[in-house]
């Protein structure tokens, strides 16, 4: 993702989220409109403007949007619309260790033979991946972010134009000499107590009078205003008008308004703010001006304010300058005059009551939503919606459907519409390695527990076909089943249509009975290189599947579905896409916690068979499924498995059935060693946040600990609705009962 969209991300949370102060904002001043003066009024709007301002915002338990939880999450929705490259952390502590050591082959009649293999699944491993995200974005974000950036650019280039040729204008301006005008001037100033004199210039094509500059400001009136017969107290209405505003510092908010209104332009709900806080503004300054100069003053400063209006209401205004005619609206000036009649002596103060309210809404809205036990925003609510990606630095994933696969690989490929009689699809595998990236497809001859066949397809972009060949000599010659085996290994062109150069390698055993065959297929298509290669499979399938190679779409998408889910695990998740996927294949909204009390946070997940959740009782209770989170402190790289502390945490959730029930009333739980026999493990009820827990003794997934660093588990269970939940400890810590409480109330909608 490149910086245009970092920006333009980072742009949508921050003014959707000071859209909502400003919707705070305007709810308080008419709440409390007979009660609220026009200074507290625009001092109401500068929290917005500093929240439209500022880039990075603390945290605070009193923070308006922890009420708001969705609102926290808008950056991450909207980097939800890009895809991030990654791989799955180590995952479940009933994981089965991959087995693909035995040979197989093929002879002419491999079809009547059937060789059962053990099913492969994920390993459990400890390495996480160094390299950085990559994310492929949607292209709606990519033409917005370009349309913002260059929207921001083009009307910052505007304001540093304006701004160079005001400069370039001032030097023709002439100081303003009369006598009784720089009189009026200096009685102004003392009257605000300010300290540094303020620079009166005559700018012949001012419209109206004004005040400008930020470091040293200076008021502008116009040469007709100096030249004609004006009477004082009209100056010193005007004079003091503008002083007004360099007390209140107001040319430095003009600039800020005008920065923000430079990269926030896209928000057409920002215009209206500004639009407002400028109306506010000037019913501010005229307070202020009335409040130094007395009641008296009212009436003859509302005349002289009409006066002008009607003076110079022609006329574009420049949104740079503070002028002393305000807007040329009519409903603004009614509510100014308004505001002038009614004014009494020492409103324009900021009462205690007033400090504590602006104090109260600035805390509440100047800050963000606090870290939870878990962790900031710690809930994924994936059915809201969005692409949120789950777990940082991946680069490698698993899907059980190529729809997603495809969508997220880091190049495009074709793969088989046909495949053999008996076989489906069962996983695909990313490697998003930036030298060397790969996507790979298994195919499996398989019911539930049992397989009898498969094959896989490896994909690359670009690679050399004769180093591919070298490499997959070396290895044949380096196998265990070269001795004695008569082993023969022979290469020759492949001649299919669609292809640009191919090898057919032939495996023959030639001590072996029947001199059973294998093969590799590998070729090249539009510079991409596929290796196709089996134990099993005849020559005649093998090409018939690479006759049949198509790019992904509907049908082939169908046809690489994983719907019978032979494997344990199932499929990863690495996004919210990921997470409503899973919810349809468990039936059930799962909750996804992001963290949980004591630093620990989600570095894997995937759907799985039930085997991973306890004992099978047959074939259809195998093949029931649930949702797995595991949690990490960071730490988990540690090879010492005897430390003390919980290492990490698995969060479990499936249909209940009768399981919870049945563990009750047995008094246990049993799992599944590695051959199969069952392990019971001995439960305890206890009460967690006042419902019934059901806690295991520690104990080891395979039965009686090997030894000292034989790592043991602790499990928790509990009932809620159709839904049974476990957490499984790896280590055991006085943090275990904090966090299955934490679990119990998860921040559903």
């Not at 008296?296 to 304010?305: D, H, K, L």
């Not at 093949?623 to 502390?645: E, F």
Request: proline letters at 4%.
């Amino acid at each position: 993702m490149d910086i245009a969209e970092h920006l333009f991300n980072w742009f949508v949370a921050s003014t959707l989220m000071a859209s909502a102060v400003a919707v705070v904002v305007l709810a308080v001043q008419h709440l409390f409109r007979r009660r609220i003066h026009a200074r507290l009024r625009h001092a109401l709007w500068l929290i917005v403007l500093l929240r439209l301002m500022l880039p990075v915002l603390p945290q605070s338990p009193v923070s308006l949007f922890n009420a708001v939880p969705t609102l926290t999450d808008i950056k991450n929705a909207v980097f939800g619309l890009s895809y991030q490259l990654g791989k799955p952390d180590t995952i479940s502590e009933h994981s089965q260790i991959e087995n693909t050591n035995q040979s197989h082959y093929t002879t002419n009649e491999a079809e009547k033979n059937t060789v059962f293999q053990p099913l492969m699944t994920m390993k459990d491993t400890e390495e996480q991946a160094e390299a950085g995200i990559q994310r492929e974005s949607h292209p709606a974000v990519r033409v917005l972010a370009v349309v913002w950036l260059t929207g921001a650019v083009v009307l910052l280039g505007y304001n540093l134009t304006y701004w160079l040729g005001f400069l370039r204008k001032q030097k023709h301006f002439s100081p303003v000499d009369s006598p009784a005008i720089l009189k009026i001037a200096e009685q102004c100033r003392i009257l605000f107590s300010i300290k540094r004199p303020v620079g009166i210039y005559a700018d012949p094509s001012a419209q109206s009078p004004y005040i400008t500059g930020v470091f040293r400001p200076a008021v502008y009136l116009p040469k007709s205003l100096i030249s004609e017969a004006v009477n004082e107290q009209l100056l010193k209405h005007v004079i003091a008008h503008e002083l007004a505003h360099y007390k209140r510092k107001d040319t430095i908010w003009n600039m800020i308004g005008s920065l923000v209104f430079t990269v926030h332009w896209m928000n057409p709900f920002v215009w209206f703010m500004l639009r407002q806080m400028k109306a506010d503004r000037e019913l501010a300054c005229d307070a202020c001006v009335l409040e130094a100069l007395g009641e008296e003053e009212a009436v003859p400063y509302g005349m002289t304010i009409i006066g002008f209006l009607r003076r110079y209401a022609t006329g574009r205004s420049q949104a740079h300058l503070l002028y002393f005619k305000g807007s040329n609206g009519q409903r603004e000036m009614i509510r100014r005059i308004s505001m002038i009649q009614s004014f009494k002596k020492g409103s324009y103060k900021l009462s205690m009551m007033a400090v504590i309210l602006v104090l109260l809404i600035g805390t509440a809205t100047l800050t963000n939503a606090s870290a939870s036990e878990g962790g900031a925003s710690a809930w994924i609510h994936a059915e809201d919606g969005g692409n949120e990606m789950l777990f940082p630095n991946e680069e490698f994933r698993v899907y059980d459907n190529l729809e997603k696969g495809a969508k997220v690989a880091p190049f495009t490929f074709k793969v088989p519409s046909l495949l053999p009689e008996g076989y489906g699809f069962s996983k695909l595998s990313i490697q998003f390695d930036a030298s060397s990236p790969s996507v790979s497809l298994d195919y499996v001859k398989a019911k539930i527990n049992k397989s009898s066949g498969n094959f896989s397809l490896r994909i690359k972009p670009g690679t050399d076909l004769q180093k591919q060949y070298d490499q997959i000599f070396k290895g044949e010659q380096d196998r265990i089943d070269q001795e004695d085996s008569g082993k023969v290994i022979e290469r020759e062109s492949l001649s299919l249509a669609s292809i640009e150069e191919g090898y057919k390698i032939t495996i023959r055993m030639t001590t072996w009975k029947g001199q059973p065959e294998r093969y590799y297929y590998i070729w090249k298509d539009q510079g991409i290189s596929y290796e196709l290669s089996s134990y099993i499979l005849s020559s005649s399938e093998m090409e018939q599947m690479i006759g049949s190679m198509k790019f992904p779409e509907a049908k082939v998408n169908k046809l690489h579905e994983d719907n019978e889910y032979h494997g344990i695990i199932l499929t990863g998740l690495y996004d919210a896409e990921d997470i409503r996927r899973a919810q349809k294949l468990v039936g059930f909204k799962a909750a996804f916690p992001r963290k949980l009390p004591g630093e620990f946070a989600a570095s894997s997940s995937y759907v799985s068979r039930k085997a991973n959740f306890n004992h099978i009782e047959n074939d259809e209770d195998s093949m029931r499924k649930l949702l797995n989170v595991r949690y990490s402190r960071g730490d988990h790289k540690q090879k010492n498995k005897a430390d003390s502390g919980i290492r990490d945490v698995s969060f479990k959730q499936m249909l209940n059935g009768n399981m919870y029930q049945e563990m009750k009333k047995n008094g246990q739980v049993s799992y599944s060693k590695i051959d199969g026999e069952r392990n019971n493990v001995k439960l305890t009820a206890i009460t967690l946040q006042g419902k019934e827990v059901l806690r295991t003794e520690p104990y080891n997934v395979d039965g009686e600990p090997k030894g000292p660093n034989d790592l043991r588990l602790v499990s928790y269970f509990w009932f809620d609705g159709k839904v049974c939940y476990q957490a499984v400890f790896s280590g055991q810590g006085p943090e275990e009962q904090k966090i299955v409480e934490y679990l119990m109330k998860p921040d559903r909608k």
